[in-house]
C-alpha cells in the first residue's frame, strides 16, 4: 500500500504544479488511471481478489465469492454499465484518502435507474450523495 500511496501523492503533486501553471485549467485524474488506481486501493482495503480488466459488472471478489463491482471519483458522481451484484463506491482525495461512500448490494443501486431511459453513452450516472442516502436507507453503516 504504501507503493501505491507514494506514487499517488506524487501524481497530485504534478497535478499541483500543472494547475498553478495553468490557473482554472483542472487536471483531474480521469478514466482508466484513476479507476484502476481505485479498484487497488479498494482492494486492499477490503482484502479483495481483482480480475482481469473488462468483466461485465465485476472488478474484484470477495472473500465471501461476490463480485464487486468498484467505481472510484474524484467528482460527485459515478457510472454504471451492468446491474451490480455488489458495489463498493468512493472518493479519492488528493491526498491518496479514500473515502467510502457506498459498501453494499448493487440491486438497490440499480433500482434507482428502473424507470429511466438508457443514455446515449450506455451508461447510468448517480451521485455520490445519493448513493449514501441509499446505503443509509439500507442499514450500511457510516464509515
Known amino acids: 500500500m504504501n507503493t501505491v500511496n507514494s506514487a499517488i501523492k506524487r501524481l497530485f503533486k504534478i497535478i499541483s504544479e500543472l494547475e498553478e501553471a495553468y490557473p482554472g485549467r483542472p487536471f483531474t485524474l480521469d478514466g482508466h488511471l484513476l479507476g484502476s488506481i481505485g479498484e487497488v486501493l ?66 438497490p443501486i440499480w433500482n434507482e435507474f428502473k424507470n429511466k431511459k438508457l443514455p446515449s453513452n450506455g451508461q447510468y450516472s448517480i451521485g455520490l450523495k445519493k448513493l449514501s442516502e441509499i446505503g443509509e436507507g439500507i442499514g450500511i453503516p457510516k464509515k
Do not use: C, W
Not at 480488466?53 to 463491482?69: C, F, H, L, M, T
Not at 484518502?97 to 448490494?105: A, D, S, T, V
Open 42 to 107: 479498494v482492494a486492499e482495503k477490503y482484502g479483495l481478489e481483482l480480475m482481469k480488466p473488462s468483466n461485465k459488472g465485476y472488478d474484484a471478489i470477495d472473500q465471501k465469492g461476490r463480485q464487486v463491482e468498484i467505481k472510484v471519483t474524484q467528482g460527485k458522481r459515478v457510472a454504471f454499465r451492468h446491474k451490480p451484484k455488489y458495489a463498493i463506491v468512493a472518493k479519492l482525495d488528493s491526498k491518496a484518502k479514500l473515502e467510502i461512500i457506498y459498501n453494499g448490494p448493487g440491486t
